[in-house]
């Protein structure tokens, strides 16, 4: 079985663009290496008691930035967890230090195509939901966050199947086991 001191990480850290199914995936993983699972996004949800729709409408991306950072440098130095990253997380300088430092980070690739075909009606993207422009958007927020996403220490293709991205990923943990 995987263990994180092989490697010398503290966790493993899920990250890619959203919709790219790093909730799905990350919360499987956890169940799969019986390890703590942390979802970002949700996580800020709870300290705020607010939905993340709730505080861009209401307090701004600027704020939401700031609750994200502190919430994410605080797990990503957890031990023997699984941690979901918010898309977005990767722009900050300090999170992806801490990333480097302390997890071990997977990249959910998927193509702009497919983001934008799981993306289309989804309500609670707030940097999505000025309709007319959702592609535009999203190439734009692909563009910018894809040369930090990578620098991950393993990337696996997800367009299809989460079972099959779950094997892969077992498979590549699995052969850092003494």
């Not at 939401?64 to 699984?82: G, S």
Request: net charge positive; charged share 35%.
């Amino acid at each position: 079985m995987f263990d994180l001191t092989d490697i010398k990480k503290k966790n493993i850290c899920i990250m890619g663009h959203m919709g790219s199914g790093k909730s799905i995936i990350g919360k499987d993983l956890s169940n799969y290496l019986n390890l703590k699972y942390y979802d970002i996004d949700k996580e800020i949800e709870l300290k705020t008691k607010k939905s993340i729709n709730s505080i861009f409408k209401e307090e701004g991306e600027k704020y939401f930035r700031n609750i994200e950072e502190k919430i994410c440098l605080e797990l990503l130095t957890k031990n023997n967890c699984v941690i979901s990253l918010g898309g977005g997380s990767i722009i900050n300088i300090k999170i992806r230090k801490a990333i480097q430092e302390y997890s071990y980070s997977i990249y959910l690739q998927v193509k702009l195509k497919i983001l934008l075909n799981r993306l289309k009606s989804s309500k609670k993207r707030p940097l999505l939901n000025q309709q007319p422009k959702k592609k535009e958007i999203l190439e734009n927020l692909y563009n910018d966050r894809r040369e930090f996403y990578e620098k991950a220490d393993f990337i696996v293709n997800n367009d299809k199947d989460k079972s099959h991205v779950l094997e892969i990923i077992k498979t590549k943990l699995n052969s850092y086991a003494k």
